[in-house]
């Protein structure tokens, strides 16, 4: 739902009716992850997608149901090798989809306008939905601030608020979207309910270091994956607005100065391009001791030699070293700085979601990673006809 909030908020602030259906779990190769979401407006206008096209149909029509009579319901889809034309996901796949209708008169309607909203303006926050449990629960709502205050309720024991903030808190810390299993008064001795979690945190960082060409086509393609991306050099002539249109943030200052006071986490990616000692050796000593996502230098394999001999006699670890991906990008042939930039998002990709970065012709490996996981996601899908 919250993948679709900028416009739900819209909706919210014209006092629309909608329903939304919310992928709430997935197995197999479903093509899309849980929190994907499609919503239909009491106009019939629908925005989003929870498959693909494979179930938008059918989906679209629980929508509609759901606006009609108020009833928030769970629906699974999965794969009918007895009949191709069933509705289901061609891919193989299995998804839960939780249809929640949010009308005028419905309940948490004030936890969802705040939930949008929140992630609408880009403020971390999570809400937790009832995705399975007894009907008078399904769909009932809070949302969870990072400092732990909340809004709405689930509507049952005390204790199951109480027990659904604390885990909403531990998931938004972590950026995660998911499910957790708890019971009816808020213990976790048995699992009456099933509660959605979605998180909406601030794009994660990409920061780029080197105003070079390179760099140009790398924030282009950052961008595409949904960073924040900050371009920094203490070179002014070169780091400038006008070279990097795209870019969120342009600073001019020392790379490795730069790098200990700004704020970064563990979604983090630093891109190393300036292949210049002067830079590299003090940036990459901050940067290999941080708890970040990656840490990527470019740079030929002599070069690559060279800077991992400096930073040994910098003081780096054999450990902290280890974390270097170097030279950045994945074996694709590369020769221009876009062809180049594709090829180090490639890594930054495959590093982020477990990849290997090679080819699927041939491989027997699952597609996603999910897959390879064990009691994950879906189990028992049915088709719905």
Not at 175 to 191: L, M, N, P, Q
Not at 289 to 309: I, Q
Request: hydrophobic share 45%.
């Amino acid at each position: 739902m919250l993948d679709i909030a900028d416009e739900l908020n819209r909706w919210m602030a014209e006092g629309r009716d909608f329903a939304v259906a919310t992928v709430v779990a997935a197995a197999g190769s479903a093509p899309r992850s849980p929190g994907a979401a499609l919503a239909v407006d009491s106009r019939g206008v629908a925005i989003g997608s929870v498959s693909g096209g494979c179930v938008e149909a059918a989906v679209y029509d629980l929508c509609t149901v759901a606006l009609q009579d108020g009833r928030t319901v769970l629906e699974e889809f999965g794969y009918s090798a007895e009949d191709a034309f069933a509705v289901g996901l061609t891919c193989g796949g299995a998804i839960e989809v939780l249809v929640t209708p949010v009308r005028a008169d419905t309940p948490g309607r004030k936890v969802f306008a705040a939930a949008l909203a929140a992630a609408a303006r880009g403020e971390p926050a999570a809400a937790a939905r009832v995705a399975r449990g007894p009907a008078e629960l399904l769909g009932r709502a809070l949302l969870v601030r990072p400092d732990g205050s909340y809004e709405g309720g689930l509507g049952g024991h005390p204790e199951l608020d109480r027990a659904a903030v604390g885990e909403s808190r531990a998931m938004l810390d972590t950026g995660r979207t998911g499910t957790f299993a708890v019971s009816e008064d808020g213990s976790r001795c048995a699992s009456d309910l099933t509660l959605f979690v979605e998180s909406s945190v601030p794009p994660p960082r990409m920061i780029v270091f080197g105003a070079i060409d390179f760099a140009a086509a790398l924030v282009r393609t950052g961008k595409f994956l949904g960073y924040h991306v900050t371009v920094c050099d203490a070179r002014p002539v070169f780091t400038t607005r006008a070279r990097f249109p795209e870019a969120d943030d342009i600073v001019v200052d020392w790379p490795h100065r730069y790098l200990q006071r700004t704020a970064t986490d563990g979604r983090t990616v630093l891109c190393v391009l300036t292949h210049d000692a002067k830079f590299d050796i003090p940036l990459l000593q901050e940067a290999l001791r941080l708890p970040v996502a990656f840490v990527g230098a470019m740079g030929s394999r002599r070069t690559h030699e060279d800077r991992n001999r400096r930073l040994r006699e910098a003081g780096v670890t054999d450990p902290e070293l280890a974390r270097l991906r170097s030279p950045i990008g994945l074996d694709l042939g590369a020769r221009t700085p876009e062809e180049t930039a594709l090829s180090i998002a490639a890594e930054i990709v495959a590093a982020r979601h477990g990849g290997t970065g090679a080819p699927l012709t041939g491989s027997r490996t699952p597609i996603h990673q999910e897959e390879r996981k064990a009691g994950s996601g879906v189990t028992g899908a049915r088709v719905v006809a």
